[in-house]
Antibody, heavy 122, light 106 residues
Framework: EVQLVESGGGLAQPGGSLRLSCVGY????????MNWVRQAPGKGLEWVSY???????DYADSVKGRFTISRDNAKNSLYLQMNSLRAEDTAVYYC????????????????WGQGTMVIVSS | DIQMTQSPSTLSASTGDRVTITCRAS??????LAWYQQKPGKAPDLLIY???TLETGVPSRFSGSGSGTEFTLTISSLQPDDFATYYC????????FGQGTKVEMK
């Protein structure tokens, strides 16, 4: 069964940095677009970033210029480098896989990881 | 950016009720809409994609309809396992989620 496992969350100071990782298991990682989605405590889902199988990237306006998405297909891994962190970045961060392979743009999210918590506080 | 608006924000219902949730897009998104179910402390689960296609393994009491800017998720007979929060998502232009609809016990 497909599995996504996130790591790297924790406590960071305002203005600080964190790097999240997500490892994919039991599917051909390189064939799928991947996404980061976050959920602040008690709030709804917010799409954060996308990277296609061909390395096209995009970001929500709220994180553009501060967060960088990347992937290493040899390691079946997705990353989110988060810089200039703010209190409003506090959330559970999920990695999510597109439902189908080689989608031409963002697709529905067929599989999700369990999430990793990021807390930004002094 | 495409905005997604769900209604209602909270819905009180009983087991066996027919439940309908609405999602409206700020511009036409064709049929590029998905619905998710999320339970507390868990990641969301995909229920429906392309507005009306049931994901594998999802019970047939769930159905979706609509196109353009107006979409609905219907649960034909609410079961105890269905009390949860539901989100719509547009993926016409990258991705945006609605604010969620919590289905709670009356």
């Amino acid at each position: 069964e497909v599995q996504l496992v996130e790591s790297g969350g924790g406590l960071a100071q305002p203005g600080g940095s964190l790097r999240l990782s997500c490892v994919g298991y039991r599917f051909t990682f390189s064939s799928y677009s991947m996404n980061w989605v976050r959920q602040a405590p008690g709030k709804g889902l917010e799409w954060v970033s996308y990277i296609s199988s061909g390395n096209t990237k995009d970001y929500a306006d709220s994180v553009k210029g501060r967060f960088t998405i990347s992937r290493d297909n040899a390691k079946n891994s997705l990353y989110l480098q988060m810089n200039s962190l703010r209190a409003e970045d506090t959330a559970v961060y999920y990695c999510a896989r597109d439902r189908i392979a080689y989608s031409s743009s963002c697709d529905s999210f067929g599989f999700w990881g369990q999430g990793t918590m990021v807390i930004v506080s002094s | 950016d495409i905005q997604m608006t769900q209604s209602p924000s909270t819905l009180s219902a009983s087991t066996g009720d027919r439940v309908t949730i609405t999602c409206r897009a700020s511009q036409s998104i064709g049929s590029w809409l998905a619905w998710y179910q999320q339970k507390p402390g868990k990641a969301p689960d995909l229920l429906i994609y392309k507005a009306s296609t049931l994901e594998t393994g999802v019970p047939s009491r769930f159905s979706g309809s609509g196109s353009g800017t107006e979409f609905t998720l219907t649960i034909s007979s609410l079961q105890p396992d269905d009390f949860a929060t539901y989100y719509c998502q547009q993926y016409y232009t990258y991705s945006t989620f609605g604010q969620g609809t919590k289905v709670e016990m009356k």
